[in-house]
Structures are given as C-alpha cells and as structure tokens.
C-alpha cells in the first residue's frame, strides 16, 4: 500500500480509536454510578421498559403502575432534538456566525464543564469536580486544541451516555438511534449537515471531532484558518476530516441503557457491533464514494439493531 493511501487511512484509525476509547470510558462511568447513588443516597427513576412514546402512566406485566417521566419517552426526545436542529439552522441562517461567535463558545464551555463535573463527581468531592470542569472549560474556551477539544468532546459523550441511558429502555434508544440515523442520512444527501458543519466549523465551535491527517497538527487550535475552511476544500487536498459528536454520543446512548437493562455482558456485545457500524461507513466510503461525506449512523443503527435483537434473544 501506498504511504498516501495510508495517510488518508488515517483519520478512519484515529475515528476508531476515539470511537474505543468512548466506549470503554463510558464502562468505567457507568459501572461506578450505581455505587455513587448508593453512597449518596440518591433515589432516581428505575428505567421503563419497553417502547414508551409519551409520558405518562405505564402498567408493567405484574401489573404494577408506574409514572414514565418525558425523559424515558420517545416522543418527547426526538420533539426535542428535532426542535434544537430547526431553531440552530435558523439561528446559523439569520444571525452571521462571527456575531454568535462567543455564545456558540459560552454554550459548549458550559456543556463541556457540566459533562466533566457529571464524571469527576462519581470519585472526587463536589467542590474539587467543580475546580476540575471550571478549569478545564475555561482552558478550552480560550486555547482550543484539537487534542483538548476532542478530551472534551469524548467527556460530553460520555456524560450525556450516563445520565440518560438509565432513564432509557434500550429499544427507545434504538428508536431514537434509527430515526436519527435516516435524519442523517437525508442532512449528508441533501447538504444540510455540510452547511451547518461549515458554518458552526467558523466560530471554532464544531459539535465534532477534527481529525488531523498528521500527527503533528493535534496541537493546532481550531482557529487555525485551516480547520474553519476544512468543508470548503476537495476532499484530496483536506488536511483534517469529521467524525460527528452524534456518530458517538447515541451509540453510548444505546450502549449506557443495555447496560443498565441487561448487564455489562449485553452491553459489551452492543458495544462491538456499534463498533462494526462505525468501521462499515468507512468501507463504504473507501468502495463508493471516495473521500466525499458520509453519513455514518446508518451503518452504525443496522449493526445496533442487530447486535441489540441479538441480546434481547438472550433474554
């Protein structure tokens, strides 16, 4: 092979890498929660199961009653998602992005600084989780590095995993995974995704991980004026790609509420074929369209539903 070839091999690599790194990150999270709600005493809602699409009063099979708050219901969530992309596309449409420049910062510093306090939290007193995440946000607010912003990034992922997959019963989550999935292919069809990805990619405030083809460009800040202009170039000359913040926050969504139904086991075997869904919208990419953009929750909903089918037989 080529050392081009492998040079444009590597952002698959390092996409998978993260896309590792996440998930058992998000084992560690997840098999420690439980231990801090113990300790701490704090009661949360046990996870609905089954598909519920509105909130509301739910008979489970013992016939017992039991009230589905909006948070575990279908409905709710994708009302949710659907209504921040409508509301950001206007916001991106109307407003020129240099004048929302810093609130696009103040927004994902507090996401970021929530995410790392949510985590720290588990093991180390509140006061020094806070220090942690003030410091952290403020550090990426003001010097953001491509290594930093993709920390961060995994750490909001993780966090947004924990929390909500345990008020999620996993086929929901499935739900929401395959209707995001077709959502994502539709904005990568017809531009949609590439629009908002250049647009928010010129406030230095991309929901993404910014791959660098060298290794070297990981320190590179993302006001460097190579990355703001990384959706305006041809694919061959880029020196940086995209994985989408959702390409690995729902599949750890799914994962976090398998493990919370099933147990680590059913998790891990969801976790893999995630995995493959991942590597599968790089082979398609590779075979078929050659360096142009993919949508990559398609490939990963398939292999979900059918790692997911298969855990739910072992049950």
Known sequence: MKISSLVKLKPMYWSII?????????????SHENVFLTKNNIVVPTQPTGITVWPGPVTSPSGEVTQV?????????????????VVLGIILFKI????????????????????????????????ASLAIALGISVFWFFSPRLWLHST?????????????????SPWTAMIVLAVLAVYDFL????????????????????PAFIIPYKLSEWTASLKKSEVNIINEEQPSKREYSIL??????FPLLLVS?????????????????????????????????????????????VMSVIGLGLVSLLH
């Open 18 to 30: 993260i896309f590792i790194v996440s998930q058992l990150f998000t084992f560690l999270v997840i």
């Open 69 to 85: 708050p909006a948070v575990s219901s279908l409905g709710p969530i994708l009302i949710y998602f659907f209504a921040v992309v």
């Open 96 to 127: 020129p992005v240099s004048a929302l420049k810093k609130v696009f910062q103040a927004i994902f510093g507090f996401l970021f600084c929530w995410s790392i306090f949510v985590l720290t939290v588990l093991w180390l007193p509140w006061e």
């Open 152 to 168: 961060v990034m995994i750490c909001a992922m993780v966090a947004l995993g924990e929390v909500f997959g345990r008020f999620i």
């Open 187 to 206: 904005a990568v069809r017809f531009g949609y995704m590439i629009w908002m990805a250049k647009k928010m990619s010129q406030s230095t405030t991309l």
């Open 244 to 249: 989408g913040g959702g390409d690995i926050g």
């Open 257 to 301: 509420s398998v493990y919370f139904a099933y147990g680590l086991g059913s998790a891990a075997i969801v976790a893999v074929f995630t995995l493959f869904g991942l590597i599968g919208a790089y082979w398609i990419q590779a075979k078929f369209v050659k360096g142009k953009a993919v949508p990559a929750l398609p490939p990963i909903a």
